[in-house]
């Protein structure tokens, strides 16, 4: 089923965008290109892997850069789109093209702890427990409808650096998972 196209949006490293890439193959899909906003390393481990780049810079004409974002989101011609450690919110025009097929992962388990600062947030508040969790985007913060979610125990001592790591290694499972249940059709997209 490699004709199940996925585009990731990415603008960090790229841990999460590599995950699903070295596992394309087994899943059946084929990552047909990975958008940023900016040079980022995860453009760099595209490239390395053979899979189209593409940077859409961010303007201040945040309207303008949605619609250059839906451009390229349409010419790659996307079967799902995976909002990997995407820092940026998706705007109307992007979200009335293409939503229903936009998934996003998250660093906590929602609707715990939306937001940029999830696992600091997820400390700050004493919890025993946090977690990983696949959602599809709508057009507010991570509110959109629940996929799947991995629990992650926070143990004594953590920091930020160290629970996030932990958190990253269990969302690179979860999402691999997901994106091969929605390419084999075990997930309806919306």
């Given at each position: 089923m490699a004709n199940f196209r996925v585009v990731v949006l990415a603008s960090g490293t790229g841990t999460l965008f590599a995950a699903l890439a070295n596992?394309?193959?087994?899943?059946?899909?084929?990552?047909?290109g990975l958008i940023s906003e900016a040079e980022v390393p995860a453009c760099e481990r595209a490239r390395e892997l053979g899979i189209p780049v593409t940077v859409?810079?961010?303007?201040e004409d945040r309207i303008k850069w949605d619609q250059n974002l839906a451009t390229e989101l349409s010419r790659l011609k996307p079967s799902l789109i995976?909002?990997?450690g995407f820092m940026k919110i998706l705007g109307p025009v992007v979200l009335r093209f293409h939503q229903g097929k936009i998934i996003n992962t998250h660093p906590a388990l929602l609707p715990d702890f939306p937001g940029a600062h999830a696992v600091r947030d997820a400390l700050a508040a004493g919890v025993s427990q946090t977690g990983a969790t696949i959602h599809f985007v709508d057009k507010g913060v991570d509110t959109g409808e629940v996929i799947g979610q991995v629990k992650v125990k926070v143990e004594p001592g953590d920091t930020e650096v160290s629970l996030h790591e932990r958190i990253k290694q269990a969302e690179r499972e979860l999402l691999v998972a997901t994106v091969s249940d929605i390419a084999n059709g075990k997930v309806t997209l919306k």
């Open positions: 596992q394309a193959g087994q899943i059946g899909i084929q990552i047909v859409v810079p961010l303007l995976v909002s990997a």
